[in-house]
């Protein structure tokens, strides 16, 4: 991790790293942040600190599109919302931005397309954890999306094959650590997945996929 110090009016100059890797800016306001990046810039901003990620793995990216393909092709059919990401911003709060590998919000809560981000809490978020960012996602993120009350947060881990799912009932979250069987969310209502899909190598017909989910439940 690489970690640099933002003044007012200075620029930080970084000299080429290893990959993967995670850089951290201190001393970025929001108007700093829209500053320092644009569409193709990877960064999330939590409380000053400007964090910027390397580009995905092929593996991250692989198993991050394939589960957002369902569940945006089953709240599509199902009209129950909008699913999107890792594109996007979601600003949680003042000085809270963060970019999910695929969030969830329902019919009525979608904002305009021309927005330049989400302002508020997902319904349902989730994260896939890599190497660079396996700490800072499960521990700062996750904590900043239960202070916000995301109603459910997935984290995925094809390191040890498994998905942890944090649930909001009344104020407090309850996890749930799955390696096999069917995976089911609360908050895309109706939505499930078989564990094993995630794992495969390579990863199961996305289209196929969706079909099942769509006829047997």
Known sequence: MVEVTLGRGSAARMKSVDLPYTIRLYGVTEEMFDELTDEDTKAELLDGVM??????????????????????GYAGVKKLGKVLGPDSLV???????????????????????????????????????????????LEEKREAYREAGVSEIWFLDPANEQ????????????????????ITSTALQGFWIEADWLWADPLPNDLECLQKILNEK
């Open 51 to 72: 964090i910027v990620h390397s580009p995905a793995t092929l593996e991250h990216d692989d198993v991050a599109g394939f589960l957002r393909f369902l569940m945006r």
């Open 91 to 137: 600003r949680l709060r003042p000085g809270r931005r963060f970019g999910p590998d695929t969030y969830f919000l329902k019919k009525g809560r979608i904002p305009p397309r021309k927005a330049k981000q989400f302002e508020g809490m997902p319904d349902l978020v989730v994260e896939v954890l890599s190497p660079s960012n396996r700490d800072f996602d």
């Open 163 to 182: 998905v942890i799912i944090d649930s909001r009932k009344g104020k407090k979250y309850t996890e749930r650590v799955i390696e096999t069987g069917t």
